[in-house]
């Protein structure tokens, strides 16, 4: 196998690093508080705002930091009696959900019959969407049934929740959904 310099160079001092913390480990020194600090200098300057995971029910408390309103770390909250600290995979991965370049940001629509995506602008995609359910709750409404029972529901539309909404909009979700008269509601979590 040929190394060149640069590589022999850069796999020596890696060695030697990792020999070197191996070492100082097995002496028993202490490395805590030198981790401590660099984890402190990660977000010296950011800005704590305290919130709750987004995924399930149990509601683990997390760290934001911000610096100039750009999330820079989250991570669990040690006071909080739900998690100490901990979070589970997906909520170790809330970061990702809020800075992930491959996170839609714009309204796509696909016309039926069209091979290509527009983009829509929000005002126009919700008022196509009101239009949608009003016209389906409008054709599929039953108010009684055949037997004279007041009902007041349509079968035609259905509600599905995700745990990545919080308690409060799945709250006023449930409300719209019911005065609405849809009785198929589905949520995966916090209802």
Request: charged residues 20%; glycine residues 8%.
């Amino acid at each position: 196998m040929d190394l060149s310099r640069r590589q022999f160079l850069q796999l020596s001092t890696s060695a030697g690093a990792g020999t070197a913390v191996g070492t100082l480990v097995g002496l028993g020194v202490n490395l805590t508080p030198a981790t401590t600090r660099a984890q402190h200098l990660r977000i010296q300057d950011a800005k704590l705002t305290p919130s709750i995971c987004p995924y399930c029910s149990v509601g683990c408390a997390t760290l934001v930091h911000t610096i100039d309103g750009t999330i820079v770390n989250i991570e669990g909250d040690p006071r909080s009696p739900h998690n100490e600290g901990t979070l589970c995979p997906k909520g170790a991965a809330i970061y990702q959900l809020h800075v992930n370049p491959n996170r839609p940001t714009q309204v796509l629509h696909r016309a039926p019959g069209a091979t290509q995506w527009e983009v829509w602008d929000l005002e126009r995609a919700m008022d196509r969407v009101a239009e949608l359910v009003a016209k389906t709750r409008d054709e599929t409404f039953v108010e009684r049934l055949p037997d004279g029972r007041v009902v007041n529901m349509t079968p035609a539309l259905f509600s599905l929740g995700g745990a990545t909404l919080d308690n409060e909009w799945n709250h006023i979700q449930q409300k719209l959904m019911r005065g609405l008269g849809i009785v198929a509601i589905e949520n995966q979590a916090r209802i």
